[in-house]
């Protein structure tokens, strides 16, 4: 099935961790990015790497990495978690997501990540 | 002012009433616009985009786009209750970003 794929669906993990988000695409889609959702339901980007160059580094803690090895993929990973990062962190892809006119995205399916 | 601006709702119509949705934005130089449909506990699905002024057209959705007054518009025809979800507009700016509103909540009483 061509869709993007996120792993885990839930995290939940203690304060201090290091976790990881995977990220997998199979639309040929050029461009892919990292939003977080918080308890409000609003959609913020973090990341986002057109043909493996990051083009979008949001104002977020040092805490969050992403890498993205190929066009397909791409991985946040956290240290040293905090409570508040508890969010619904969703990855998705598009296509042309640098300037100009870009297509829509194909979001996958969150992940839920609950720090205790 | 915030970039992409929503009426958070509820929107509450009736089964085979339409739906309008509105959404401002604030960059002027912006050249995509999308709605989003969410369902509660799921992702986003795009449902419609649109990229130059007027009207498009899809099945029971009409995406309505006016540059001069930064103001895009989502109707639904023949709102069904399988239609009660929250709608996201989002504006791809002049940059890289693409921005969502808060979305507006609508539900349709059967």
């Known amino acids: 099935d061509t869709a993007v794929s996120q792993t885990p669906k839930y995290l939940v993990t203690q304060m201090g961790n290091d976790k990881s988000i995977k990220c997998e695409q199979n639309l040929g889609h050029d461009t892919m990015y990292w939003y977080k959702q918080d308890s409000k339901k609003f959609l913020k980007i973090m990341f986002s790497?057109?043909?493996?160059?990051?083009?979008i580094n949001e104002t977020v803690p040092n805490r969050f990495s992403p890498k993205s090895p190929d066009k397909a993929h791409l991985n946040l990973h956290i240290n040293s978690l905090e409570l508040g990062d508890s969010a619904v962190y969703f990855c998705?892809?598009?296509?042309?997501?640098?300037?100009?006119?870009?297509?829509?995205?194909?979001f996958g399916s969150g992940t839920r990540l609950t720090v205790v | 002012q915030k970039e992409v601006e929503q009426n958070s709702g509820p929107l509450s119509v009736p089964e085979g009433a339409i739906a309008s949705l509105n959404c401002t934005y604030s960059d002027r130089g912006s050249q995509s616009f999308f709605w989003y449909r969410q369902y509660s506990g799921k992702s986003p699905e795009l449902i419609m985009f649109?990229?130059?002024?007027g009207d498009k057209e899809d099945g029971r959705f009409t995406a309505q786009l006016n540059k001069a007054s930064q103001y895009v518009s989502l109707l639904i025809r023949d709102s069904q209750p399988s239609d009660s979800a929250t709608y996201l507009c989002a504006v791809k700016t002049g940059g890289f970003k693409t921005i969502f509103g808060a979305g507006t909540r609508l539900f349709v009483k059967a």
């Open positions: 998705a892809s598009s296509q042309g997501g640098g300037q100009g006119r870009t297509g829509g995205y194909t």
């Open positions: 649109i990229y130059s002024n």
């Open positions: 790497y057109n043909n493996k160059e990051l083009i």
